[in-house]
């Protein structure tokens, strides 16, 4: 029965390898042997558990977006009233730096044209954030917090895509900051929702949640 959980630990220690090797490298770049040094361990030994490059780079990909969004979840679920629900969710989808986990998703979706496997976990997460923000939408307009100028869904959508967009704006360098990036997404979202620019931005001093992905 041990050796199953020693294998499991083995997976996600290369895994988490992968990740660095991927921010230090690229998405395209990396190599086995990069996340070997990584890991502490020989390329023989990540290529016992994983066949190529490509199937790691998927995996380590694919668990870093269900990291992600549940991540997302969970700081929704952790706050009571629409408002602030709607405030974190915003907070907690861009990345803090170009070195963090949710950058890491941001460079290697980058490389889509070229994988259709890639593809595909482009437009789960898309969905999955979708679907995030039309819940929360919902809810509140149910609930009298928001009064919605459009659909849940164009609205969802639209936030999504600022995301996007502002997300790619912070790790590629641009003087546009993560505070700036929520401020600007939170301007749509108020007006979007019919609440106050401020009550989406999150509190002076306050750790973002995505820093703890």
């Known amino acids: 029965m041990g050796r199953p959980r020693r294998q499991d630990t083995r997976r996600t220690q290369i895994v988490e390898a992968a990740v660095k090797a991927i921010v230090a490298r690229g998405y395209e770049r990396v190599r086995i042997k990069d996340i070997a040094a990584e890991a502490g361990v020989s390329s023989q030994t990540v290529l016992y558990y994983f066949p190529d490059v490509e199937a790691l780079l998927l995996e380590t990909l694919s668990r870093l977006i269900h990291r992600f969004v549940e991540m997302r979840r969970d700081t929704a679920d952790a706050v009571g009233d629409p408002v602030s629900q ?3 969710t915003i907070w907690a989808g861009l990345p803090a730096g170009p070195d963090d986990e949710i950058a890491v998703i941001y460079v290697s979706l980058g490389s889509i044209r070229r994988n259709p496997a890639l593809r595909a976990l482009s437009r789960a997460l898309t969905e999955q954030q979708v679907e995030l923000y039309r819940r929360i939408l919902e809810a509140g307009s149910a609930r009298g917090a928001f009064e919605l ?8 959508e639209n936030l ?5 967009a502002y997300g790619l704006y912070i790790i590629e360098g641009d003087p546009i900051t993560p505070e ?5 997404i939170a301007t749509y979202a108020a007006a979007a929702v019919g609440v106050v620019h401020e009550d989406l931005l999150p509190a002076s001093g306050g750790s973002r949640p995505a820093d703890a992905l």
Do not use: F, G
Not at 160 to 164: I, S, T
């Open 86 to 88: 709607l405030a974190a």
């Open 149 to 156: 100028r459009e659909s849940s869904l164009v609205i969802a």
């Open 160 to 164: 999504v895509a600022l995301e996007d």
């Open 180 to 184: 700036h990036a929520i401020s600007r």
